[in-house]
């Protein structure tokens, strides 16, 4: 499907909604992102907890055969380096909350398991706060168009 697109306009944070069709999505995704990323990583913070931390307590949790291997390659798309993986591993090992095992798997401690519990819960409540005011259908038609986006300018750059 193809449409006539609209011509761009600079970015302007105080588009009115009739102007928002020509405004970049470059640039309005970039100001979710380090408003929600932040917000998320200061609210972390005040627990002191790491974002790359949290998203290894969830893959070391999937089962028996999770190692450090494992988690970075698991995380290498989301981490914002190739080391903050293996590192959120390390300060997991010394917090208590994994352990190794003797094949150098990484299992979840009782602390760990309560961590992630706590951790679980302020997630869910900052998801409920950065959702406030959207709807189910709301949101899932935004992921769809910024999927669609992507898919498009990777089918470009492929060609």
């Known amino acids: ?25 470059g640039y309005w995704s970039g100001v979710v992102h380090k408003a929600v990323i932040n917000h998320i990583r200061d609210a972390m913070a005040r627990v002191d907890v790491t974002q790359p931390q949290w998203w290894t307590l969830n893959r070391v949790d999937v089962g028996d055969h999770v190692t450090r291997e494992v988690v970075v390659t698991g995380l290498a798309d989301v981490a914002d380096t190739p080391h903050d993986a293996s590192r959120a591993v390390d300060h997991l090992l010394h917090r208590g909350w994994l352990r190794l095992d003797d094949e150098q798997r990484l299992h979840l401690t009782d602390e760990g398991r309560a961590a992630k519990a706590r951790i679980k819960e ?19 038609a935004a992921l769809k168009v910024l999927r669609r986006m992507a898919d498009n300018v990777k089918a470009t750059a492929l060609s």
């Not at 011509?7 to 928002?20: E, F, I, R, S, V």
């Open 1 to 25: 499907m193809t449409t006539t697109p609209t011509p761009p306009a600079p970015a302007n944070p105080a588009a009115t909604d009739a102007d928002l069709a020509s405004q970049p999505i």
């Open 122 to 140: 302020l997630v869910t409540g900052l998801r409920a706060q950065i959702h406030d005011g959207i709807t189910d259908a709301e949101y899932v």
